[in-house]
């Protein structure tokens, strides 16, 4: 055998261990993978710019060249479907990583240190989480205008409450741990504890939040383009399609299946994510 | 003729290499008003050998062989419902962990109350009595007061003398006590024990098998002893000739490895080597690679059951007619 | 006689229960005497046992010594300087000298490193010696506890219970200290296992003259094990005497109950218990006077009023009990409890 042989059969054989201790996490991470591939290849899956009209097939049914049909301007739905997701993985990705970025040390602060500190950051996320998700997301896309990096922003503002206090709680726990009273009568510092010893015990529910965080972003970028006040057309987007395509329905179901259906897929994948994680992360073990 | 009487018992756990034997052919007798001690380090077994006679396993576990005699009925062959009744009217236990027996949202009066309605039919007043005096019994003082209160209420001593009351309270011809006072201090663990002795025993002269893995608990209230080793059964006999002269090599190390007051510093005996998992238990006798006098033989061929005295059993080769 | 190289000098830790911040500033809110007054000498190289029931303060008082929690009151004194009063930097110091071992090896180790890594943590929070040489140090250090450098690519869930502790030994060896605080070591092992981990601490006490503070349940292995031992009861010293004196004549009524509740591991002795009535109080609402007098057989009046000091009953044994000493306030009167 080649080494890449063996590299290959490695790989296999720790997807399949992985697989044993975590069905969901293999199945809506692969389905995850399979969307995100599909979208960044879309041009090469599809013939059809998801902007090219082709006038002489407005609302035409699914077909070998069109498998899930076109839309009033004669736009090939899977393209606009598959550049959709683009858009929705870029919001949903986007925002849970900004999120997490401020959002882990604040709670990790906050869980470990208690008292005072904890106090000084908690509250202002109690504010933040007083309003309701989409509500906050509607008056901020009215802030900060239009666009994704500004949707983005938005969400992320929303999350940074939530993965603080799942952070934190997690943090809690384990700085009550005896290994982390250990660690500390060894002489380390707070910080090497809290990245060292802490940060590693207490991240499996934070990823776990992360991931249905991801398919809720999936869920308000879609709510928040379908109003309007998301992306803006012509750029593709499953929320602006199902929107457009409402109009239609009766004489072209396909219009709003094929976004709806492409939004459950996505959200379903991120969801059975955060279901398998925890499977995944529980006591190590060596080689 | 024995109250209880188990014979080659054989319960396996579901691991990754497919099913494992925890308990292997485990044979022991249980008479009125007997207390016998089932001792053992963890993981040999001893639990689970009691709680497959309660047919209380879970579903990772099956009982692959045996019998459990009680009275004129095999416990192992009785449907789930008959043995549910049986377990509440004519044996009960005692866990290690008294929460485990106690509903935190129910206060502790109702639940001995409804256990003594349900399997002693009483109504709701003479059911308060009894409860009354079931704690008066175990020793809980203010028993008016107590009856009204929760568990998390409790210390552990008093939570185990509550599950102890719901225990007696249909007057069992056995208990099973799970290691009843590990988790309890010692002045505690006294107190509960003279209760375990004076209320099944003296009173009851019910049989209680009690799960230990405390060498002084057994020495201190138990009739006989049975000591088990990689799911075996490798010694039984009554309390004062196994402590006195042990028979078999695991027996022995056991005693000599208790901290007691004439060894010298630094010096306790010790067994080399773990014991056991279940899915790498060696070939023949299980305790030969640690066993001081191991021979060939006992890496290959288990050991016969020997009874070198009446009322005493090892299985070890050094005790065959020719070892 | 020379400094002992600890001494806890009246120390104290009163843990607040319950109540919300209104009643902390209004002065409402009681607190738990988890230990109330503790002094004692630990002196080098030797092992001191601290026994004691639960709620008795002994996992607090080692806690203390260790100043992972701070004091309400008192003084813990480390080669005559006061650990509460340490800075950042002496603390560090303080902590490479004075090492804790933990009773539960299943929670003290992170499972998320591997095990020669946490043997190895201490040299490197240390910067101790030239990290080249961390690797063999590390090895060196399973060893001696008898582990393999195979162990040490291991991650704790692989390892059984007695393997870990002597994980938490080798980490706690590393950095040579000289005093280990061993909080309950060999609670949670089966018997084989609990021999073979005190035989190794005895021997590694043998070799590396460490002094060790030895905090248990159990006054069998105490027996074995300790020079001296201090008896705590709600947060208080009780009994404080040389192993073999406090096994032979024990003074205080609760050593005395605690001597006989142990069950020999010999059916020819079995004994009458004389067990002290109902269970320990609780330490937010101790009984005034002597906090042992309720379940106490040979209590007096005095006893309800006024706490007895520890004091010594014989050069070496002191006892907190007025059967071996006057009342301040009237001579003892036999008779008794309501």
């Known amino acids: ?287 | 003729m024995s109250l209880l009487d188990v014979r080659g018992l054989t319960t396996e756990f579901r691991t990754e290499q497919g099913w494992r034997p925890a308990v292997s052919d485990v044979s022991f007798t249980l008479d009125p008003g007997e207390i016998l001690g089932l001792v053992g380090e963890s993981g040999c077994g001893k639990s689970t050998a009691a709680y497959s006679v309660m047919k209380l396993l879970g579903a990772n576990a099956r009982i692959a062989a045996g019998e459990a005699w009680l009275g004129g009925e095999n416990l192992l062959a009785m449907d789930d419902n008959a043995l549910r009744k049986l377990r509440g009217d004519r044996l009960s236990m005692i866990f290690q962990d008294p929460a485990t027996a106690l509903d935190p949202a129910i206060t502790v009066g109702e639940q001995v109350m409804e256990t003594v309605r349900e399997h002693l039919g009483l109504d709701r007043r003479a059911a308060r009595a009894r409860a009354l005096e079931l704690f008066r019994q175990v020793g809980i003082s203010d028993p008016e007061r107590r009856l009204s209160a929760y568990p998390h209420q409790f210390s552990g001593g008093m939570a185990q003398r509550i599950a102890l009351a719901i225990a007696i309270s249909c007057n069992p011809e056995m208990l099973i006590a799970d290691e009843p006072t590990t988790a309890l201090d010692v002045t505690i663990q006294a107190q509960i024990l003279r209760l375990i002795k004076t209320l099944l025993v003296t009173e009851r002269r019910s049989a209680v098998l009690l799960i230990t893995h405390d060498l002084g608990v057994v020495a201190q209230i138990c009739d006989r002893v049975a000591v088990m080793y990689a799911g075996r059964i490798v010694e039984v006999g009554d309390v004062r000739s196994v402590f006195a002269d042990p028979l078999h090599p695991y027996t022995r190390a056991l005693l000599d490895a208790l901290p007691t007051h004439e060894v010298a510093r630094g010096a306790l005996a010790t067994i080399e080597g773990r014991v056991p998992g279940l899915t790498d238990r060696p070939s023949g006798c299980s305790f030969h690679p640690r066993c001081p006098h191991a021979r060939p033989v006992c890496a290959t061929e288990l050991p016969p059951r020997v009874r070198p005295s009446p009322g005493r059993e090892v299985s070890c080769v050094l005790h065959t007619a020719d070892g | 006689m020379a400094e002992p190289l600890l001494r806890l000098d009246r120390l104290a830790k009163h843990f607040p229960v319950g109540g919300s911040w209104i009643d902390a500033l209004t002065g409402k809110r009681s607190h738990v005497k988890a230990v109330d007054g503790v002094s004692l000498d630990v002196r080098q190289g030797e092992t001191l046992a601290i026994v004691g029931e639960s709620g008795s303060g002994k996992s607090t008082l080692g806690r203390l010594v260790m100043r992972l929690l701070t004091p309400s009151g008192g003084q813990v004194l480390y080669k005559g300087r006061n650990v509460v009063a340490m800075n950042r930097a002496e603390l560090r110091q303080f902590r490479r000298q004075a090492q804790i071992i933990f009773q539960d090896p299943f929670s003290s180790l992170n499972p998320r490193m591997r095990i020669a890594d946490i043997v190895r943590e201490p040299l490197d929070v240390y910067q101790d010696g030239a990290r080249a040489d961390r690797p063999g140090r590390t090895e060196a250090l399973l060893e001696r506890v008898g582990l393999t450098a195979a162990h040490g690519r291991a991650y704790p869930s692989e390892l059984s219970g007695g393997q870990r502790q002597r994980v938490g030994i080798a980490a706690a060896l590393a950095l040579s200290p000289e005093l280990i605080v061993a909080d309950e070591p060999t609670s949670a092992l089966d018997v084989s296992v609990q021999a073979q981990t005190l035989n190794l601490l005895a021997d590694l006490q043998a070799s590396y003259h460490l002094t060790f503070v030895f905090i248990t349940h159990d006054l069998g292995i105490v027996h074995h094990f300790a020079d001296r031992v201090a008896v705590m009861y709600l947060g208080r010293i009780v009994e404080e005497a040389p192993t073999e004196t406090l096994f032979r004549e024990p003074k205080h009524p609760y050593t005395r109950s605690l001597l006989s509740a142990i069950p020999q591991p010999d059916p020819t002795k079995r004994v009458d218990w004389q067990l002290p009535e109902g269970e320990p109080p609780s330490p937010v609402d101790p009984p005034a006077g002597c906090s042992f007098h309720p379940r106490c057989p040979h209590a007096m009046d005095v006893c309800a009023r006024q706490a007895p000091t520890l004091a010594p009953v014989e050069p070496g044994h002191r006892a907190a009990c007025f059967l071996h000493q006057p009342a301040a306030d009237s001579a003892p009167q036999t008779g008794m409890q309501s």
């Open chain 1, 1 to 287: 055998m080649t080494a890449d042989a063996v590299q290959t059969g490695r790989s296999i054989g720790l997807l399949r261990r992985t697989y044993r201790r975590s069905p969901p996490a293999i199945i809506g991470g692969g389905l995850l993978l399979v969307l995100a591939v599909a979208a960044v290849a879309a041009p090469w899956l599809t013939p059809y710019a998801p902007e090219t009209m082709d006038f002489n097939a407005p609302l035409a049914g699914p077909s070998a060249s069109h498998p899930f049909g076109t839309d009033n301007f004669g736009r090939d739905v899977l393209s606009r479907v598959l550049h959709g997701y683009r858009v929705s993985l870029a919001v949903a990705i986007g925002s849970v990583a900004m999120a997490l970025v401020v959002a882990i040390p604040l709670g990790l602060v906050a869980g470990y240190y208690q008292r005072w500190l904890d106090n000084v950051i908690m509250r202002p996320m109690d504010v933040i989480m007083a309003f309701p998700a989409i509500v906050l997301v509607v008056a901020m896309a009215g802030f900060f205008g239009q666009g994704l990096v500004l949707m983005m922003l938005a969400l992320a503002i929303v999350y940074v409450p939530i993965i603080v206090r799942v952070m934190r709680g997690a943090a809690l726990g384990v700085a009550g741990e005896l290994f982390v009273e250990g660690a500390r009568a060894r002489g380390a510092s707070d910080l090497r504890i809290m990245v060292r010893h802490v940060l590693p015990n207490a991240i499996t529910p934070v990823f776990v939040q992360a991931s249905v965080l991801m398919g809720i972003a999936i869920l308000l970028e879609a709510a928040l383009s379908f109003i309007g006040l998301g992306v803006e057309p012509p750029t593709p987007s499953l929320g602006l399609m199902l929107a457009e395509g409402r109009s239609f329905m009766g004489r072209a179901p396909w219009l709003v299946i094929a976004p709806g259906l492409a939004i459950v897929l996505a959200v379903l994948g991120f969801n059975l994510l955060g279901n398998g994680l925890p499977a995944l992360s529980g006591p190590r073990r060596g080689r």
